[in-house]
């Protein structure tokens, strides 16, 4: 069974920066995807940003040019820059693997942006 535990999340002022950082552990065959969620108070969780483990990228429109992925496989972990936050990007950041066709999410790690 794989466990994904997130770390990095804080409250920050706008315009600030943060770091989130994703560790899988556990037993896995291979993670193909790794990636963010996010859910805001009284909203869906949404898709931020994903990364294959052949080092592609997506992103959602809202982060674009401010968010950047990145995955270090000997690590198993998957990171996530965030710059230039705002209010709107408070929400629980979750992480995001598949494992062998299956979908593992983390915990989730409180991102909070201040006016």
């Known amino acids: 069974q794989v466990q994904l535990v997130e770390s990095g999340g804080d409250l920050v002022q706008a315009g600030g920066s943060l770091r989130l950082s994703c560790a899988a552990s556990?037993?896995?065959?291979?993670?193909?995807?790794m990636g963010w969620y996010r859910q805001a108070p009284g909203k869906q969780r949404e898709e931020v940003a994903l990364?294959?483990?052949?080092?592609?990228?997506k992103y959602a429109d809202f982060v674009k040019g401010r968010f950047t992925i990145s995955r270090d496989n000997a690590k198993r972990t998957v990171y996530l820059q965030m710059n230039s936050l705002t209010p709107e990007d408070t929400a629980v950041y979750y992480c995001?693997?598949?494992?062998?066709?299956?979908?593992?999410w983390g915990l989730g790690t409180l991102v909070t942006v201040s006016s």
């Open positions: 995001y693997a598949v494992n062998a066709g299956y979908d593992v």
């Open positions: 556990g037993s896995m065959s291979s993670i193909d995807v």
């Open positions: 990364v294959s483990s052949a080092g592609s990228t």
